[in-house]
């Protein structure tokens, strides 16, 4: 995991042939300004030497905070740094824990109609439209049904996913469900348990993760997290945890300032993003991010877990009762 403080982009022009090329790279560094744009102008020379050779890259990166092109790290303010964990301010402007070897995953509530129930349903009202054309002698009336079918497939999937989640208990039942057939077959794992706004915060307390752990990837899927955030951390070697509420959540207007929010700024705009920082910061206070509801497992939290889930329970104010979670 590599959140640095400083940033910089090289541009390099080179004519290759009868073209001429502009290549840009970002360099990042902790120590300096200096040292970040010798990272750039060193990441440019080579990206312009490997296009001179004939391989085919892309001649400028996307300026992203999270999860940007290969190989570019966190792009975010860091507010704090505390031991391995490195807090920040994402480009909406919650604050998030980032930590490289704490095991974090949000596992949402919220049905979501796969591709393969989808087929199913598509597969199944394709056929019924043909039989029933068949069955009139009519290929147009057929026909019409099928057309219908392509526009009727995805709500019916949709709904029929809802009808059994509910004969299930819900998704939140569904969701504590697939906690607990992994922890039956995994008797050495330990999980503490938050509720969020849109479902389950899990956090694994018995030992630390690489984030390229095929374990970890096991996990994932076994619980049902989202599978962007699974990209997200072994893209970026980390784990990451939202600690404060989301700004639409609590009645804070308009975007953090100035967009797109992706760090560092123009040092004439930082007087604005302070500001709408402060009006949040002031709003956020009277919310948490999750709430603690239970640990289950084998009951075990490595010492070098500890510092972490504390950080986190503190700063997401997850022991804080009576709080609105946001």
């Not at 503490?192 to 307390?205: D, H, I, K, N, S």
């Not at 705009?269 to 009006?279: E, G, T």
């Not at 084998?298 to 700063?315: K, N, Q, R, Y």
């Amino acid at each position: 995991m590599i959140v640095p403080a400083y940033w910089a982009e090289a541009r390099l022009q080179a004519r290759i042939g009868d073209r001429k090329v502009t290549v840009r790279r970002f360099g990042w560094s902790d120590t300096g300004q200096d040292d970040a744009r010798a990272m750039a102008d060193a990441r440019a020379a080579e990206a312009m030497r490997r296009i001179e050779a004939g391989e085919v890259l892309p001649k400028r990166e996307p300026k992203m905070p999270y999860n940007g092109a290969a190989g570019v790290p966190i792009r975010e303010e860091i507010v704090v740094r505390d031991g391995r964990a490195v807090v920040t301010r994402n480009s909406y402007g919650a604050r998030c824990l980032n930590v490289p070897d704490v095991l974090f995953a949000d596992v949402d509530f919220t049905p979501r109609s796969t591709w393969k129930a989808g087929l199913v349903v598509l597969a199944v009202l394709a056929l019924a439209s043909i039989g029933a054309g068949l069955a009139q002698g009519s290929w147009l009336f057929g026909g019409l049904l099928l057309s219908v079918s392509l526009v009727a497939f995805s709500p019916i999937a949709a709904f029929l996913l809802r009808v059994h989640q509910s004969l299930r208990g819900g998704p939140e039942a569904m969701a504590l469900q697939r906690i607990e057939s992994f922890l039956a077959v995994n008797r050495g794992w330990n999980l503490r348990t938050y509720r969020t706004p849109a479902g389950l915060r899990v956090v694994a307390t018995h030992r630390t993760f690489d984030p390229a752990e095929p374990e970890v990837q096991r996990f994932f899927e076994a619980v049902g997290a989202d599978p962007v955030y699974a990209r997200m951390c072994l893209n970026q070697r980390c784990f990451r945890a939202r600690l404060t509420a989301k700004p639409w959540r609590i009645g804070v207007e308009g975007h953090l300032r100035p967009r797109p929010g992706v760090w560092p700024v123009d040092p004439a705009r930082l007087p604005q993003r302070r500001a709408w920082i402060d009006a949040y910061e002031a709003k956020a206070a009277a919310f948490a991010a999750c709430r603690y509801v239970a640990t289950v497992g084998s009951g075990v939290t490595d010492p070098a877990v500890a510092p972490v889930i504390a950080l986190h329970d503190e700063l997401s104010r997850a022991n804080v009762q009576g709080l609105p979670i946001a």
